[in-house]
């Protein structure tokens, strides 16, 4: 019996995770979408971590619509990584994630770049990091015999040639070329280690080795349940520096085997444009490709194959065409079963090297999946947006991620806790600490029911085109020729275009075309994706021999070329004219365009049901076995968007994302296709299905006469929480050596630096094993004082004043010399940040809050100090002082004296609705803010957080008096920072927090941001 319904619950959690290939099947899941379709952010654990904060994070994640979380180790951890008790944490998680429903997936190392494994394989295997990883070249003449010692290898010229010099003293002059061997350095990022070589081999099996065995351990009993697979971050294959080329002890060895001649007398061409330099380059760079895929993707990915795991993660895609990472990225995510990218910041922009935008890096992971058949594409997600970062903005990159193909969100990050410089990890933090979290589980279900829908079904595109990486490879190097960057540049503005022209293909890697490209049927096939037309775009000057000879055996099948460039010139690196014969062979079947707007293009391009686009609408199409999906998704944050279809369907429904609701969609019959009009607001999206089972379409209803209604009252503006100011200059007493009004980082770095430190030993560094514990051993009388000062101005209400303090149980605190001691249980933001109630020792004038550190820890990291209370804060030529309270009204909070603050504010009025007749909806005009919530007699009835800024509240009202309040968010930015120095829009890193002027500024040159309503919201009716 027990075997029986444990055979029943295997089944029921494989087909939770097994995406709909029907409509049928994807209604029955979609407005509550399984766990496995639900975001998984990483769950940062950066202290000490305890079985209570594993159990309120995973909690509060399934109440906010996530599905699972990503366990990952970052700078600030103080549990020992890889011990037992780190492993007993992590069987914890899983077995509470189980009886929660979620998943568990693992992180692969101590922050990253995977590897290392916070320090054990260095520590471990010294021939992974101590034979050097790259070589440097210098000119010589007449090299004496210790300097040629020091060459790896010696070259002499001869002419126009190089030739291997005989490393002993030398007579005469010469010109030498010597190259030496060059190392990563070593650095507290790596836990006082250097990261290792990749290439060298075994260094992969050891590092799996030294991070799985704990966990095979531990919870291997739940790989492929509740823990579906392991993420990987950023591994590389990067020289050691800007001026060197990667090596690896047997490089040459292995070069000569795949390319049958000696690299060695040919090095000088890696560095200088000398002698057949493309060709050399080229080989050289296809040959790192192949190392690392054979000694780094392929022992992971059989690995997770044997273990019933889904090896993902990302490498750095951000880089092409420069292959200094990672040759080609696309080869890489095709031994991963679940393909990931990254997309961070809070920045669109569209260049070969961007972030949200750049349409070239999502298109190589779906390209991937498509061919391979992997089901699911990640994307690691918003990381560094900063803490101002909207709800319209995370629908808005999230759509345009998932439009082009990610079915997976990863969001970046959730951190355990906020505590000393763990809070300036690349904000924003999804948990409890942002004022807006628990209204994320709008986002939660959204993104959910969209990862279901874009996993179902397939993907099927028609046209491949081929990426112009090997023709980089040709161009790269230390110092790249200028040609490599105008490639990149080229090939992106093609793609990019042929995306917002409703273009539907997939990208081409040659090596992926080598390992699973044929020609079948007078189809271009790789992998599980059959082409009827191959494009070779702008960029495009080298092909691979296999890419050529599969091309041949195309096109003499009937298959046809669609070429945006001259045949290209070179075939694995080296001048060729076979390209330019097979054009003049094929040449009724060898097309050329000059652009993708010339007529003959478009008709082979673009699809013919798009008859009109216009603005920064992308789209994507998934095909059910009894119909197809389409989503719709406008880019744009300032303008609408346009399309006019016409579907090959009897049927039309409007998936709603929101709300999880299915209805007819409008659309209108001509003959035998269904037209319809599509119109996106800015950042809006839309979600269709079109087949045989979806109902008729709904008629284009008439839109009702709308009419703006009075209130019974007038506006009233209502703070929802204390007010807030930082103080984040202090006085710092050191040693006997008084510093006085300094910024808290740098009187932080100066007591690290003072107790031995080269700075704060948690702050973007990480511990191997528990070498920063180690060195807690401080005399009794080590320690320092801080003294934080502010101004209270006369009449402010001293009641309920209150300090916050992070991690009181370190720290002595006075209050004007009175001793005070932390509010049992009380918090504030971070439930590592403790209050104290100085109401009783404030005065009016100039206050000092004392933190004194006896003896000194290596927990003391130095922070702002905030004050509470019901008061008003006001810029001085010197930071700000406390003011009372002000009556609030319409306008920015900061011009309101709460330029701290960063919780919500309610606007509320009354109306009286004596008979309901219609629909009613709040409609906000001006306004900035994380988003906004609606209230009708004290309960939630709706939000606003996207165009159109409005929301139907009419089910919520009542007959007679009704009291709707919007709820406005401000953002932690305004608190938290980053408040000094060069402040960069959409991007908040570590080093973003550091910089401040030497004295304190005046508190107007604080970067915070106007939060608010600026123009009154209105109550409108739209009668039918």
């Not at 390209?367 to 995370?394: C, H, I, P």
């Not at 700075?759 to 004082?785: C, M, V």
């Amino acid at each position: 019996m027990l075997r029986s319904l444990l055979c029943l619950l295997a089944a029921a959690c494989a087909l939770a995770q097994t995406p709909p290939q029907s409509f049928a099947e994807l209604r029955a899941r979609f407005a509550d979408p399984p766990a496995a379709f639900r975001t998984a952010p990483f769950f940062v654990w950066n202290g000490d971590v305890t079985e209570r904060e594993i159990d309120l994070f995973l909690q509060d994640y399934k109440s906010q619509g996530i599905g699972g979380v990503f366990i990952h180790p970052r700078p600030g951890l103080i549990t020992e990584y890889l011990s037992e008790r780190w492993f007993s944490l992590v069987r914890y998680t899983v077995e509470r994630a189980r009886q929660l429903g979620m998943l568990v997936w693992l992180y692969d190392e101590n922050s990253y770049p995977s590897g290392f494994a916070g320090g054990h394989v260095p520590a471990t295997m010294p021939e992974s990091w101590q034979d050097g990883q790259g070589l440097t070249m210098k000119r010589l003449a007449a090299p004496d015999a210790s300097a040629a010692r020091g060459c790896t290898v010696l070259l002499e010229k001869r002419g126009e040639t190089f030739v291997l010099a005989d490393p002993a003293p030398q007579s005469g002059s010469g010109e030498f070329y010597c190259f030496e061997r060059a190392w990563y350095p070593k650095s507290s990022w790596y836990g006082g280690f250097s990261y290792v070589d990749l290439l060298k081999p075994g260094v992969t099996e050891k590092f799996i080795e030294i991070t799985m065995r704990g966990y095979e351990r531990t919870i291997g009993s739940e790989f492929g349940k509740t823990v579906p697979g392991i993420f990987t971050d950023e591994p590389h294959i990067n020289p050691p520096g800007r001026s060197s080329i990667r090596w690896t002890p047997d490089l040459f060895e292995q070069f000569q085997k795949r390319w049958g001649y000696d690299l060695r007398p040919h090095l000088v061409a890696l560095f200088e444009e000398t002698g057949d330099w493309r060709k050399i380059r080229h080989n050289y760079y296809a040959l790192l490709l192949d190392l690392f895929i054979e000694r780094w993707s392929k022992p992971w990915s059989r690995y997770a194959e044997s273990k019933n795991l889904l090896w993902t993660g990302h490498y750095w895609e951000h880089e092409w065409p420069n292959p200094r990472q990672g040759p080609d990225n696309m080869a890489m995510y095709a031994w991963h079963q679940v393909p990931g990218i990254d997309m961070l910041f809070n920045q669109f922009r569209e260049d070969v090297n961007a972030q949200f935008g750049n349409v070239r890096s999502v298109k190589e992971l779906v390209s991937v999946a498509n061919q391979l058949g992997r089901k699911r594409t990640l994307s690691e997600t918003y990381g560094g947006a900063g803490w101002d970062l909207r709800f319209e903005d995370m629908k808005r990159l999230g759509d345009w991620e998932y439009v082009l193909g990610v079915n997976l969100m990863n969001q970046h990050l959730s951190w355990q806790t906020m505590a000393g410089a763990r809070k300036y990890d690349y904000p924003p933090s999804f948990a409890y600490q942002a004022p807006w979290w628990k209204s994320y589980k709008i986002l939660g279900d959204y993104f959910g029911r969209l990862s279901l829908a874009l996993a179902s079904g397939e993907q099927i595109n028609r046209v491949l085109v081929i990426e112009p990486t090997t023709s980089a490879w040709m161009y790269a190097g230390p110092q790249p020729n200028p040609r490599m960057k105008e490639l990149g540049e080229s090939f992106q503005q093609f793609i990019t275009r042929l995306e917002k022209m409703q273009g539907e293909y997939d990208l081409g890697s040659e090596n992926i075309i080598r390992h699973h490209g044929r020609v079948e049927k007078g189809r271009f096939v790789v992998g599980r994706r059959a082409y009827e037309l191959v494009v070779l775009p702008p960029g495009i000057e080298n092909l691979d021999s296999f890419t050529v000879n599969s091309l041949e055996t195309y096109l003499k099948a009937g298959g046809r070329v669609l070429s945006f460039v001259e045949p290209p010139p070179r075939v694995d690196g080296a001048a060729s004219d076979r390209l330019a014969r097979l054009a003049a062979q094929h040449s009724a079947r060898w097309l050329r365009a000059r652009s993708l707007e010339e007529p003959e293009a478009r008709r082979l391009l673009i699809p013919q049901d798009f008859a009109r686009a216009e603005g920064e609408l992308f789209h994507h199409r998934r095909t059910l076995r009894d119909g197809q999906l389409l989503f719709l998704a406008n880019a744009s944050l300032e303008k609408p968007a346009h399309a006019e279809l016409l579907l090959n369907a009897r049927g039309l429904q409007k998936l709603d994302l929101v709300t999880g609701r299915i209805e007819p969609y409008p659309a209108e019959r001509r003959e035998n296709r269904l037209a319809l009009s599509v119109e996106l607001p800015p950042a809006g999206s839309l979600l269709l299905y079109a087949g045989e089972a979806a109902a008729a379409s709904a008629p284009q209803g008439a839109r009702g006469a709308e009419q703006t209604l009075a209130p019974a009252t007038p506006l009233t503006v209502t703070r929802l929480a204390p007010n807030v100011i930082r103080l984040d200059y202090c006085d710092l007493t050191l040693a006997g050596q008084q510093y006085r009004g300094i910024y808290f980082y740098r009187a932080a770095e100066m007591i690290y630096k003072h107790y031995g430190f080269e700075a704060n030993p948690w702050d973007h560094a990480i511990q191997y094993k528990t070498t920063i514990l180690d060195r807690n051993r401080f005399p009794a009388d080590s320690g320092f004082e801080a003294s934080f000062h502010f101004e209270l101005d006369r009449g402010v209400n001293r009641q309920g004043l209150r300090a916050v303090v992070e991690r009181p149980e370190l720290w002595q605190v006075a209050v004007n010399g009175k001793p005070v001691s932390p509010l049992p249980g009380a918090w504030y933001v971070d439930r590592a940040f403790g209050m104290y109630d100085i109401s009783a020792h404030v005065v009016e004038g100039t206050n000092t809050i004392r933190l004194t550190a006896r003896p000194f820890s290596v927990h003391h990291e130095l922070e702002p100090v905030y004050v509470v209370g019901d008061f008003g804060v006001r810029p001085q030529p010197r930071g700000f002082k406390l003011v009372s309270a002000q009556t609030l009204k319409l306008g920015s909070w900061k011009q309101q004296d709460l330029p701290f603050y960063a919780d919500w504010v309610s606007y509320g009025k009354t109306y009286r609705i004596e008979q309901r007749a219609g629909r009613y909806k709040v409609r906000l005009g001006r306004w900035h803010g994380i988003l906004a919530e609606v209230r009708v007699n004290g309960q939630r009835a709706g939000f606003i957080a996207w165009q159109p800024y409005e929301a139907d509240i009419t089910d919520a009202l009542r007959p007679g008096e009704n009291r709707i309040e919007v709820l406005v968010c401000g953002s932690p930015k305004n608190l938290f920072g980053p408040h000094h120095g060069k402040i960069t829009p959409g991007l908040a890193s570590p080093w973003s927090f550091r910089s401040a002027p030497d004295e304190m500024p005046p508190g107007t040159s604080y970067h915070q941001l106007d939060y608010g309503l600026m123009e009154d919201w209105q109550l409108i009716q739209l009668r039918p």
